[in-house]
C-alpha cells in the first residue's frame, strides 16, 4: 500500500511559478513510477507528466512541455512537479499517482496504469 500526500499548490498569478511536491508512503518507492495528473472543473482527469522509478526517464503531455519539469528523490519518497510560466488554463486539482512497473524506466501516461492516487492539491492561475 502506498499512500500520497501532494503539497505546494496556491493561488498565482499568469506567468508565475509553483512547485508541487507528492510524499509518498512506503520502503519501495524507487520501484514505482510517479504521474502528476490534473483535473478541472467539468473536465475529465488528464495526463501531465511522469517519471520512471530510476528517474532515467520522464515524459511530458503537449500542454506542459518546455514548462513542467518532473523529477523524484527516491532518498526522501518525493516526487516534484515544476511549473513555469503559469497560465490561467493550468488551473486545476493536480493529483500525484504511483503506478506499479514491470520495468524500471517505465513512463505510464494513462490514469488506468496507476494504481495509487493522493487527494489533490489546487493550482489556481489569475490572469
Known amino acids: 500500500q502506498v499512500q500520497l500526500v501532494e503539497s505546494g499548490g496556491g493561488l498565482v498569478q499568469a506567468g508565475g511559478s509553483l512547485k508541487l511536491s507528492c510524499a509518498a508512503s512506503?520502503?519501495?518507492?524507487?520501484?514505482?513510477?510517479m504521474g502528476w495528473f490534473r483535473q478541472a472543473p467539468g473536465k475529465e482527469r488528464e495526463f501531465v507528466a511522469a517519471?520512471?522509478?530510476?528517474?532515467?526517464?520522464?515524459y511530458y503531455a503537449d500542454s506542459g512541455k518546455g514548462r513542467f519539469t518532473i523529477s523524484r528523490d527516491n532518498a526522501k519518497n518525493t516526487v516534484y512537479l515544476q511549473i513555469n510560466s503559469l497560465k490561467p488554463e493550468d488551473t486545476a486539482l493536480y493529483y500525484c499517482a504511483a503506478s506499479r512497473v514491470s520495468y524500471t524506466s517505465a513512463v505510464p501516461t494513462t490514469k488506468n496504469a496507476y494504481n495509487y492516487w493522493g487527494q489533490g492539491t489546487q493550482v489556481t492561475v489569475s490572469s
Open positions: 512506503g520502503r519501495t518507492f524507487s520501484s514505482y513510477a
Open positions: 517519471i520512471s522509478g530510476s528517474a532515467d526517464s520522464t
